[in-house]
């Protein structure tokens, strides 16, 4: 007779909350106030990819990069055409 034990391992495939912010914030970075929330998306992400590994929470890692990254071109841009962040195409 076989006898089944009550610890059986299962795998839960469980989403982070905190990998959620840090997507959300990543991807709201990059159309409004990349500033505030790219570095909130590496720190979110960060957070989760120590808790639980998650692939989100390597989208939202480096999504606050892309975010920073962005935010750098764009102040460059700036500076080099005296302030204004508007581009002529043609």
Do not use: E, H
Not at 44 to 65: C, D, E, P
């Amino acid at each position: 007779m076989t006898s089944y034990s009550g610890s059986s391992a299962r795998r839960t495939s469980r989403t982070s909350g905190l990998a959620i912010a840090g997507l959300v914030c990543g991807i709201l970075g990059l159309f409004l106030l990349p500033i505030v929330l790219g570095p909130l998306a590496i720190i979110f992400g960060a957070v989760a990819l120590r808790q639980t590994g998650a692939t989100m929470a390597k989208w939202a890692v480096g999504l606050g990069i892309v975010d920073i990254l962005l935010m750098i071109v764009m102040f460059v841009v700036a500076a080099n055409n005296g302030g204004s962040v508007f581009w002529n195409v043609g």
